[in-house]
């Protein structure tokens, strides 16, 4: 084994611990007070599933760097590479598929079943709710992959007329103005196949493994979401922080005005616990209809601006002997919250430039990226990788951050908020699945859209051989 192929092997395995110690500390601070010391199951499904989320999008990168190992050899089939990468790829998404469909929906059933009951009443309750999943997805994936889980190829059917074996090579006079050989009555050339017409054109079909049109399937549901918080989040997440940076306050207000400010927002709260008590006495009576959830949707959203209100009063009006301290870290936080925003804001405006020179416009107008990210390679030779890996997360990051804004704005869609030290695990279950989800259609829009740079790739032979060429599924992957 290379030199090459040892330092891309240490390198996986070391960004593999350092991704899970950092989920690790991630889970530590941002849980809230009421799941210490338990709900110890939620929060391995928790830690597991965004490792495999952040690994899946490390593994572009990886199959990049992989595929340089063979820079090389004349074709990647005559060397051996350093990490079976389409192997990783399939078994990181049968992962992905099994921990969206069956272990979160049982991690989610179980904690937030009914505490009075025994341990076991609410395994035994989560796994009749997965059960139920699995037989529904298990016949969907069945059915379909009998059905439709074919490949379609177009190929042009080639043949040509023969000659005699020359007795020299010579007297072939073959040439780039001559290209054909010369058949036995000396005028005609053996160009049938070399001239074939669009006549020739057939359709291959054969059919393909399960592991990866169960694969296609998650990349289309995934998809759906994908496009819509996508779409998004690449503008809310930049233009987020830049707003929160000018309605930042500007300076620490009196202590009048804090009373007057807190006495408003303490009507505000016995509001909400007012709405919450008549939509528990309604729930109690039984009726628990669309009503209800509206009003329930309504009462968690007043909750959840009452918090940011709560916050943003306390940084407003810092207390304690630290209070200076305090303000100067506010200030320095929303200053780093303006640096971010404009630097995001500048990745946001090269995604959709390179989404509409490289992607939307037929043929391409340039391929944007893919030069920059093969640039970046010959200045050192992981830094386009690193460059690659950096644009493949912050569109991760862009769905998430539009999952929260529409999750503000949409009836039908329950609030999961993210925050520091007040996160319950049903809704880090929640995010995660979601995140598992998106994930997939990540890699496949991304390993599309830096087709360039990633040609070669175990991704691209996946994404862009056969999920692109399903029989009636093509047009949706």
Request: charged share 15%; with cysteine; proline share 3%.
């Amino acid at each position: 084994m290379g030199d090459f192929n040892l330092a891309l092997v240490i390198i996986a395995a070391v960004v593999c611990v350092v991704v899970f110690l950092f989920n690790i500390y991630l889970l530590i601070n941002y849980q809230h007070p009421d799941d210490l010391n338990q709900a110890y199951f939620p929060k391995l499904v928790v830690v597991l599933g965004l490792s495999v989320a952040e690994i899946s999008i490390l593994m572009l990168p990886a199959d990049v760097a992989n595929r340089q190992a063979c820079s090389n050899n004349i074709y990647n089939g005559a060397c051996n590479l350093t990490l079976p990468m389409k192997d990783l790829w399939l078994a990181v998404y049968i992962i992905d598929v099994v921990l969206v469909f069956f272990v979160i929906p049982f991690a989610m059933f179980y904690y937030e079943g009914d505490q009075d009951k025994s341990c076991g009443k609410r395994v035994f309750s989560a796994l009749m709710w997965v059960i139920v999943t699995a037989v529904v997805v298990g016949l969907t994936l069945g059915i379909l992959y009998g059905l439709v889980g074919k490949v379609d190829f177009t190929v042009r059917k080639l043949s040509s007329s023969t000659t005699n074996f020359p007795s020299s090579w010579s007297s072939l006079s073959l040439s780039k103005n001559h290209p054909c050989l010369t058949g036995t009555n000396g005028n005609t050339n053996l160009c049938d196949a070399y001239i074939a017409g669009e006549s020739s054109e057939a359709k291959w079909t054969m059919r393909t493994t399960f592991p990866e049109y169960v694969v296609a399937l998650a990349t289309i549901v995934g998809s759906v979401l994908f496009s819509i918080f996508g779409g998004v989040g690449i503008t809310c997440l930049p233009l987020g922080l830049i707003f929160s940076f000018l309605r930042r306050p500007k300076a620490i207000i009196t202590r009048a005005h804090y009373i007057k400010e807190a006495t408003e927002l303490g009507k505000r709260a016995k509001e909400v616990k007012e709405a919450a008590a008549a939509l528990q006495r309604e729930e109690r009576s039984g009726s628990k209809g669309r009503k209800w959830r509206k009003n329930v949707k309504a009462v968690e959203k007043e909750l959840l601006f009452l918090e940011e209100d709560v916050k943003a009063l306390e940084e407003m009006y810092p207390q304690g002997e630290k209070a200076e301290a305090s303000w100067a870290l506010t200030v320095l936080g929303y200053l780093g919250r303006l640096i971010l925003g404009i630097f995001g804001f500048i990745v946001s405006v090269a995604w959709v430039a390179h989404i509409v020179l490289y992607m939307l416009i037929n043929p391409p107008v340039s391929p944007f990226l893919n030069e920059v990210f093969i640039k970046l390679d010959s200045v050192w030779g992981l830094l386009g990788t690193v460059a690659f890996a950096f644009f493949c997360f912050y569109l991760l990051l862009a769905v998430i951050a539009g999952a929260m804004v529409l999750g503000l704005r949409l009836v039908f869609i329950t609030i999961h908020p993210m925050k520091w030290g007040g996160t319950l695990m049903n809704s880090f279950l929640f995010n995660v699945g979601l995140i598992l989800l998106c994930s997939i259609s990540v890699i496949q829009f991304c390993s599309t859209a830096f087709a360039v740079y990633a040609q070669a790739t175990a991704a691209q032979e996946i994404f862009g051989t056969m999920c692109s060429r399903l029989s009636l599924l093509f047009w949706l992957v």
